[in-house]
Structures are given as structure tokens and as C-alpha cells.
């Protein structure tokens, strides 16, 4: 399987992410990647993407010459929600001006894992919103080693890594967004993106590049999404934390509500501890129809804007989504018309909203 990405800004460092969201153990049999000039697959310089730290973490400086180009990905012993992450090594790269004069760079990645084909659940269509679309090809056989031939099938449903990340010799920032579908925003129209990439992808431009990595996942509860989160802000050093305080997917019940406020404030404080800078969310408006548990979700709503008011920076979904009454319910155009998950006009405004406070935060 193979992906061209579009960065922004000229990568000098590439290393790719790969998961395990499954029971069993699987591996990556090999992994290429290529700068490119132009959105083809023709006389590309491929490297060989190494794992000699065997999925692990590792400042690129100290990257060693190897020749372990297969990454063994360990079973996953927790719920779906909280993958396995694991990295391959850090590869030096030089970035190819595009032949088309468009914006950025261009990149292509290669992924072959004998006997395995992993597509994405959540990826609906391109969102034009954005700007920025990536393209996908699959192809048989192992073309991740020369010759580097393949005959390749365009695929935008299937990718070659879940994530990669890249240094540049232009500073810019990170975001990660941490929670459940509200932060993913699975249910909007065709499965658009988010309010988080919206947000990046506003203030971001090719002298002060905005990432966002997705640490939203449809289903988590607050455990779930803070224990990946965590792994998160720890290992990608993002500059800021987009933490959600609250999910539905919880025990309705006031000790639940406590718990998951108290682990998005231990989340929190670990991103402070690494420079990171955290922004809270209040509870999206979803207990219309539920007084019961709505009283519990405003307490929580409380705690948060009283966090704020104290100078921890708030977006504020429950003021932006909400119609204001008690219980509080997405206004018609907000939510996408199954009373719990925004619509792409809300995700829309809260992308706005967003990129507002993350532009304070970065001047």
C-alpha cells in the first residue's frame, strides 16, 4: 500500500507510525519512502524505512546505520480504542521543489505487510474543506525494496501509515486533539474532518507550519483516550493539548463525571510538566432528551470554565453547539441530527473558535 503526503513545509527528517488495534500480533514486512516533485510514482530516490529500535522512540541524532527493515507489532491487550504505537526509526531526508511551482512538498510512503490489508474504518470522503488531500495507491507484492516497481491501483481507502511525523528547518507547532467521536467527529456529513484539523489547517502556512495529530477515537471513555493522549504528549512532544474533560461513553453517574474531569487535569499537568500547553473542552450538549445525566455533565461543564476563569485556556463547545436551554441541546444546524455528535457547520464554527485560541497561544 502506498500514500502521497502533502506537507508543508521541507521535511529533513521523516519517521513513520504504525498501530495494533487487534488481539493478535502482526508486523510490518518493509517500509519505503520517497521525496517526490510532482504527484507521481516515477524516478523516485526510495529509502529503506529501518527498525532498529524495534518500534521505540529515539532522538534522530542518535540514529544508527541498520539493516532491520521488518518491525514485529506486539498483540493489543487492551480495547480497541487504546491501539499499540510504535515508530520506525528516524530517516534523513532532502526535500525535491515541486515541478508544478504548487505550495510545499511532497512525499511518498510505502508500506508491505505479507498476508495483511488494514482499511480504514473512519475515513469517509475527501474533505475539501481543507485544501490539502492526500492520494493512495495498493499495489501486489513487496515494493518497498528494489527494484522498487510495482503495479499500483489508486486506493484512497487505505493507508501506509497511521500517522508520520517530520522535522523541518521552519519552526512551527504540533496540536493533539484527546478524547472520543466528539473530537474525531465520525458522524459528520461523509465523515469530514474535525474541528482540530480545521483549526490547524486556518492558521497554518508554509513560514509557521500548524500539525495536528488525532487522538480522537469513537467509543473511548476518558481511561482510554487519556492513557493514549498521554503516550501522546510524551512521545511527540506536541505544543499544545487539545483535552476533552468529559465523554457519554462514561457511567452516567456524578463519580464517573468527577473521574474523567480529574483525569483530564492530570493530562493536563503532564502536558504543562513537557511545555505543552493545554486547552480544555467543555461537554458537547448531548443529554437533551436525558435530564438525569445532564445534571452531571453541567457540573463538569462548571469545572471546567471555572479552570478557565483561573487562565487555563477553555474552547467552549457546549456555548458554541448549544441552544442554552436546560438541558442543553445542539441547535438545528450544530448537530448532525443523532443528539451527540456535531455537524460539519459545527465542527465548522468550533474550528474558527479554535484557531483563535491556538493563534493567541502561539504569537
Request: aromatic letters at 8%; a negative charge; proline letters at 7%.
Amino acid at each position: 500500500m502506498g500514500s502521497l503526503f502533502h506537507l508543508e513545509s521541507e521535511p529533513c527528517w521523516v519517521r513513520l507510525l504504525y498501530f495494533n488495534d487487534q488481539p493478535e500480533p502482526w508486523s510490518i514486512d518493509g517500509a519505503a519512502i520517497a521525496a517526490t516533485d510532482a504527484a507521481s510514482d516515477n524516478d523516485l530516490s526510495w529509502q529503506r524505512v529501518t527498525f532498529c529500535q524495534r518500534g521505540a522512540d529515539r532522538d534522530p541524532l542518535l540514529v544508527e546505520a541498520s539493516e532491520m527493515y521488518r518491525l514485529e507489532m506486539p498483540a493489543n491487550t487492551r480495547d480497541p480504542g487504546q491501539p499499540v504505537l510504535m515508530f520506525s526509526d528516524w530517516v534523513a531526508l532532502s526535500a525535491r521543489p515541486r515541478k508544478d511551482g504548487g505550495p510545499g512538498y511532497l512525499l511518498q510512503v510505502r508500506t508491505y505487510a505479507a498476508g495483511r490489508q488494514r482499511y480504514s474504518p473512519s475515513v469517509g470522503m475527501p474533505d475539501p474543506s481543507l485544501g490539502r488531500l492526500c492520494g493512495g495507491f495498493v499495489a501486489d507484492g513487496d515494493a518497498t525494496c528494489p527494484p522498487w516497481t510495482c503495479d499500483a491501483r489508486p486506493s484512497d481507502r487505505i493507508f501506509a501509515c497511521y500517522g508520520l511525523q517530520y522535522i523541518s528547518p521552519v519552526a512551527g507547532a504540533t496540536v493533539i486533539g484527546i478524547g472520543d467521536s466528539i473530537m474525531h467527529s465520525s458522524c459528520t456529513a461523509g465523515e469530514l474532518s474535525g474541528f482540530g484539523v480545521r483549526a490547524c489547517a486556518l492558521l497554518s502556512r508554509p513560514d509557521r507550519p500548524v500539525s495536528y495529530v488525532s487522538e480522537g477515537f469513537p467509543g473511548r471513555n476518558s481511561l482510554g483516550y487519556c492513557v493514549n493522549g498521554a503516550w501522546g504528549i510524551t512521545h511527540l512532544s506536541p505544543q499544545i493539548a487539545l483535552i476533552q474533560t468529559w465523554s457519554q461513553n462514561e457511567e452516567w453517574s456524578a463519580a464517573a463525571a468527577d473521574l474523567a474531569f480529574s483525569r483530564a487535569m492530570a493530562l493536563a499537568e503532564l502536558a504543562r510538566r513537557r511545555d505543552c500547553v493545554p486547552i480544555l473542552t467543555t461537554a458537547a450538549p448531548v443529554f437533551a432528551r436525558d435530564p438525569g445525566p445532564e445534571r452531571h455533565r453541567r457540573a463538569n461543564i462548571d469545572r471546567v470554565r471555572a479552570a478557565g476563569a483561573r487562565g487555563i485556556a477553555v474552547l467552549d463547545l457546549d456555548a458554541l453547539w448549544g441552544t442554552g436551554a436546560e438541558p442543553n441541546a445542539y441547535r438545528g444546524d450544530m448537530g448532525c441530527g443523532d443528539f451527540m455528535h456535531p455537524s460539519d457547520k459545527g465542527c465548522q464554527m468550533a474550528g474558527k473558535a479554535l484557531a483563535e485560541i491556538i493563534a493567541r497561544l502561539l504569537d
